[in-house]
C-alpha cells in the first residue's frame, strides 16, 4: 500500500481471549517484523504487545486483535478489544489496564509515542516505536537475513540473542518482570506451550502460557557455583531434541544469572540503605545522655526495621544482665516479650552468656512470643573490651546477610552511645554531689526573719559552678549571710570556692568581724596555688540592738546588695571594696557597711549572673533588679527571690550564660 508516496505495510491478526493469546501475539509480531525492522525494536514490540494482550484478556476479556503498521516514520502496533469504558484510575494508583505493576508504565518508557482510542464498541491502544526506535533495513539486508534464517547457525544466533534483554529494557524491568520477558523468548524461540519458573524465596511462580497442558515437561535447575536460586520447568508438545535441550540449559543459566544480577544489584542498594539507616540512628543515639534513654532509643530504631520486636538490658559492673525496656511492632505484644524473656530458659541462658561476653548469638531455636515462633539473635553492646547492654531481636523470619550485619554494626555503635551516656551520668553525679557540698543543705530558722535562696548552674551537670552562698549561725543567736562568685568553673574553680565558702564559716564563727574575714581570706587565697584564685564576696552580720535588726556589711569587689522598703523603695547599700585574690593587705581596700532593716524590709544579694543577663545592647542591670523588686514589694523573701530569678532568666531567651545566686533576708517582726 502507498499513502503519498510513502511505503506502508500492515498486518493484522485476531485472538481468541486465553492464556495463549500473549504468546501467539508475541510471535505474530515478531515474524511480522523480523527482517524489516532492527532486532530491538522487535524486542521492544514483542514486550510490548504481550503486556497489552495480557492486559486485554484479562480485562476485557474478549477476542484480541493486533494490528502491526510500518513505515519509513517507524512501527505502530494497535491493540483492540472490546470496550470497557474509559480508564479510571484505582486507589492506591494505576489504572485498569496496569497488571502485575507495569501496563502504561512499560509502554510509556519503552514507545516513541503511545496513547488510545474509543470507536465502534472497541477500545485500541497504541504504541510507535519511532526513528529513534525502530530503524528499516535495506531490502539487501532483508534478503541475507531470510537466507540466514535458514541456516542452523543463523538460529543459534538468535536462540542466543533471545536471552539478552537490553539495557534499556532491562532497567526498566524489576526481577520477576524480566524473568517473565526471558521465559516468554524461550518459548517462543522453541515453539512450547509455555513454561514456569520458581525462584527461591519467591512464593508465587511466574507461568508463561499453560506449562501444564505440554505432551511433555522438561525442568532445569537454577544453579551458579552450587547455588541453587530455583528451578524452570518448559512444557513442550514434543520432547526436545539435543539443540533445544542445549538452548534450555543455557537459558536456565540465563536466568540464575539474572538472579544473581538482581541479588548483587539488591544488597548493594541495601547496603546503601543500611549505611543511611547507621548513620541517623548514630546521630540520633550521640544526643542522648542517659543510658536508659539510650536503650529505649535503640529498641524503638530497631522495630520494625530490623526486627518484629526488641528488648535491651543494661549490664552492672558484675555482669548481671538487668532488663531496662522492650518493644514490639504491635503495642499490645509488648507484655508478651516481657513474658517471653522471664520464662524462655534457652533465651535467659542466651543473654547471660552474652553479658559474660560470649559475643553474637543466634539462637538454635525459635522462641515463642504473643502465640508466634520467632529467631532470635542476642548481641552485646560492647565499648572499651566493656560489656554495658545486651540487645535482643526477634522475629518469624531469620536475618538475612545484610540485615544481621547491620543489626552487629547496630549493637557496637550503640555500645559506644551508651557508654558516652554513662559517663555522662557519672560526671554529672559528681558534679552534682560536689555542687551540694558548697551550698547549705537548708537555711536556717531565726525568730523574726524569712531567708530564701536561689541557685543555678550555667552548665548544669556538667561542671560545677563557681557561685555560692552560706547562712551561719552564731553562738550569740547572729546570723552571718555570705555570697560570692569565684572566677571561672570546673574543679579548680570548685576548690577555691570550698576553700572561700569553709574559711569565711570557720572564721565568723570564732568571732572574726567581716572585714578581718575577708582579709584573712584574702591572704589564704593569694597563697593557693591556682589561676583561679581570685573571686568577689559579700559578707553581712546581722544582731539584733533592742527594737532595731542591724546588719554590718562588706563588699571584697562585689555587687551592692539592694535593700527593699516596705513601701517599695529600693536603695543600694554598702561601700565597694578590691577583688579577693590578687591585692596583698596593704594595697586591699575593704570597707563596712551599717544596714537597718525595719520590719517588713528587705536585703536581696546577688552574683553578677542576675544583673549581667544581657540581649545585645540590653541588660537586665541593677535597675531591672530593682523594678522587680518595687513590684514584688511586700512579698515574703521565697516570692522576692522567684520573682527575682523569673525576671533574669525570661529577661532573654537564651540559656544561662552565667552561674546565678540570690540570697534574701526579710525582718519580719
Known amino acids: 500500500m502507498n499513502v503519498r508516496g510513502v511505503d506502508v505495510e500492515t498486518a493484522a491478526m485476531s485472538f481468541a481471549p486465553d492464556a495463549q493469546a500473549p504468546r501467539l501475539a508475541r510471535r505474530f509480531v515478531g515474524d511480522a517484523l523480523t527482517g524489516r525492522t532492527d532486532e530491538g525494536s522487535v524486542e521492544v514490540a514483542r514486550l510490548l504487545v504481550s503486556e497489552l494482550v495480557t492486559n486485554a484478556v484479562v480485562h476485557a476479556a474478549s477476542a484480541v486483535e493486533v494490528e502491526v503498521t510500518q513505515d519509513e516514520a517507524g512501527v505502530v502496533v494497535r491493540v483492540r478489544d472490546a470496550d470497557t469504558g474509559p480508564l479510571v484510575s484505582r486507589s492506591?494508583?494505576?489504572?485498569?489496564?496496569?497488571e502485575g505493576g507495569r501496563g502504561f508504565m512499560l509502554v510509556d518508557r519503552l514507545a516513541h509515542a503511545w496513547g488510545t482510542e474509543h470507536g465502534g464498541g472497541r477500545k485500541t491502544v497504541w504504541f510507535r516505536l519511532g526513528p529513534d526506535d525502530a530503524h528499516p533495513i535495506s531490502p539487501v539486508t532483508a534478503a541475507m537475513a531470510d537466507t540466514d534464517a535458514e541456516s542452523a547457525l543463523s538460529r543459534a544466533r538468535r536462540l542466543m540473542r533471545t536471552l539478552v534483554l537490553r539495557p534499556h529494557v532491562q532497567v526498566t524491568l524489576t526481577l520477576r518482570e524480566q524473568v517473565a520477558e526471558v521465559l516468554a523468548r524461550v518459548v517462543d524461540a522453541i515453539g512450547a506451550v509455555g513454561a514456569s519458573v520458581e525462584l527461591s524465596g519467591e512464593a508465587e511462580p511466574i507461568v508463561v502460557g499453560t506449562p501444564k497442558s505440554g505432551a511433555t515437561t522438561a525442568s532445569y535447575e537454577l544453579v551458579i557455583d552450587d547455588r541453587r536460586f530455583g528451578d524452570m520447568t518448559v512444557a513442550l508438545r514434543t520432547p526436545a531434541n539435543d539443540e533445544d535441550q542445549a538452548f534450555l540449559h543455557l537459558a536456565a543459566d540465563r536466568l540464575a544469572l539474572l538472579a544473581v544480577e538482581y541479588g548483587a544489584m539488591r544488597s548493594e542498594?541495601?547496603?546503601?540503605?543500611?549505611?543511611?539507616?547507621?548513620?541517623?540512628?548514630?546521630?540520633l543515639l550521640a544526643g542522648s545522655?542517659?543510658?536508659?534513654l539510650s536503650l529505649t532509643l535503640l529498641t524503638q530504631i530497631a522495630v520494625p526495621r530490623l526486627a518484629e520486636w526488641c528488648a535491651a538490658l543494661a549490664v552492672d559492673d558484675r555482669g548481671r544482665a538487668r532488663r531496662l525496656t522492650a518493644n514490639h511492632r504491635h503495642e499490645d505484644r509488648t507484655d508478651a516479650v516481657h513474658d517471653a524473656l522471664d520464662s524462655e530458659r534457652e533465651l535467659r541462658q542466651a543473654i547471660v552468656a552474652a553479658a559474660a561476653g560470649e559475643g553474637a548469638q543466634r539462637l538454635p531455636i525459635t522462641v515463642t512470643v504473643g502465640g508466634q515462633r520467632c529467631y532470635v539473635v542476642v548481641l552485646p553492646l560492647v565499648s572499651r573490651s566493656r560489656i554495658l547492654g545486651v540487645l535482643v531481636l526477634g522475629g518469624p523470619e531469620q536475618l538475612d546477610p545484610v540485615t544481621y550485619m547491620a543489626a552487629v554494626e547496630l549493637a557496637r555503635r550503640a555500645g559506644l552511645a551508651v557508654e558516652n551516656a554513662r559517663l555522662h551520668e557519672e560526671q554529672a553525679a559528681t558534679v552534682a554531689a560536689l555542687q551540694s557540698s558548697l551550698l547549705p543543705s537548708a537555711l536556717p530558722d531565726i525568730e523574726g526573719l524569712d531567708l530564701a535562696a536561689r541557685y543555678h548552674s550555667a552548665s548544669p551537670g556538667m561542671s560545677v559552678g563557681g557561685d555560692f552562698y552560706d547562712a551561719v549561725v552564731l553562738d550569740d543567736g547572729g546570723l552571718v549571710l555570705t555570697i560570692g562568685d569565684v572566677c571561672g568553673k570546673g574543679a579548680e574553680a570548685a576548690a577555691v570556692t570550698g576553700l572561700s565558702r569553709d574559711l569565711l564559716r570557720l572564721l565568723v564563727q570564732d568571732g572574726s568581724e567581716p572585714v578581718a574575714a575577708l582579709r584573712r581570706l584574702n591572704?589564704?587565697?593569694?597563697d593557693y596555688p591556682a589561676s583561679s584564685r581570685f573571686c568577689t564576696i559579700a559578707v553581712t552580720q546581722w544582731q539584733r540592738d533592742g527594737d532595731r535588726l542591724v546588719g554590718r556589711l562588706c563588699l571584697g569587689g562585689h555587687p551592692e546588695p539592694v535593700v527593699l522598703r516596705a513601701d517599695g523603695r529600693t536603695e543600694l547599700v554598702g561601700e565597694p571594696g578590691d577583688l579577693l585574690g590578687v591585692l596583698d593587705d596593704d594595697g586591699l581596700d575593704l570597707h563596712e557597711t551599717e544596714?537597718?532593716?525595719?520590719?517588713?524590709?528587705?536585703?536581696?544579694?546577688?552574683?553578677?549572673?542576675v544583673t549581667e543577663r544581657r540581649d545585645g545592647r540590653r541588660m537586665f542591670g541593677q535597675y531591672g533588679l530593682r523594678k522587680t523588686l518595687t513590684a514584688s514589694a511586700?512579698?515574703?523573701?521565697?516570692s522576692l527571690a522567684s520573682a527575682v530569678e523569673h525576671a533574669a532568666e525570661s529577661f532573654v531567651r537564651t540559656e544561662l550564660r552565667d552561674d546565678l545566686a540570690i540570697l534574701v533576708v526579710r525582718r519580719v517582726h
Request: proline share 0%.
Open 634 to 638: 511586700g512579698a515574703d523573701a521565697d
Open 92 to 98: 492506591g494508583g494505576g489504572t485498569e489496564l496496569d
Open 289 to 292: 545522655t542517659s543510658v536508659a
Open 523 to 526: 591572704r589564704a587565697l593569694l
Open 269 to 283: 542498594a541495601g547496603r546503601g540503605a543500611e549505611q543511611d539507616f547507621l548513620s541517623e540512628t548514630t546521630e
Open 595 to 609: 544596714v537597718v532593716l525595719d520590719v517588713g524590709d528587705a536585703m536581696v544579694l546577688y552574683t553578677d549572673g
